[in-house]
Nanobody
Framework: QVQLVESGGGLVHTGGSLRLSCAAS????????MGWYRQAPGKQRDLVAR???????NYADSVKGRFTISRDNSKNTVYLQMNSLKPEDTAVYYC?????????????WGQGTQVTVSS
């Protein structure tokens, strides 16, 4: 069972920046992918950014050019640098780890961290 702990959320004004961190209890290099998702009230949980084991990254269109996902394998930590924040970025942000178990995939989730962007 992989434990994921997010930190770095908070309240910021429009145009501001935050950096989220996700510390994993196991090697993140062994994971097929690490990602950040977000869920606003009354909405579904959506992918924000993902980094695969190869280092390939992909982003939701709404955050391209503003958010950057990165990882530090030596610290088993994944980061999400968020710049030029907008009120519509307000949500609970969840860290995700995707790994292969047997012939299938297993998702692990953190508890989430709140990001609030005021206008």
């Amino acid at each position: 069972q992989v434990q994921l702990v997010e930190s770095g959320g908070g309240l910021v004004h429009t145009g501001g920046s935050l950096r989220l961190s996700c510390a994993a209890s196991e090697s993140i290099f062994s994971m097929n992918a690490m990602g950040w998702y977000r869920q606003a009230p009354g909405k579904q949980r959506d992918l924000v950014a993902r980094i695969q084991r190869s280092g390939f990254t992909n982003y939701a269109d709404s955050v391209k050019g503003r958010f950057t996902i990165s990882r530090d394998n030596s610290k088993n930590t994944v980061y999400l640098q968020m710049n030029s924040l907008k009120p519509e970025d307000t949500a609970v942000y969840y860290c995700n780890a995707l790994t292969v178990v047997g012939v299938g995939f297993v998702d692990y989730w953190g508890q989430g961290t709140q990001v609030t962007v005021s206008s």
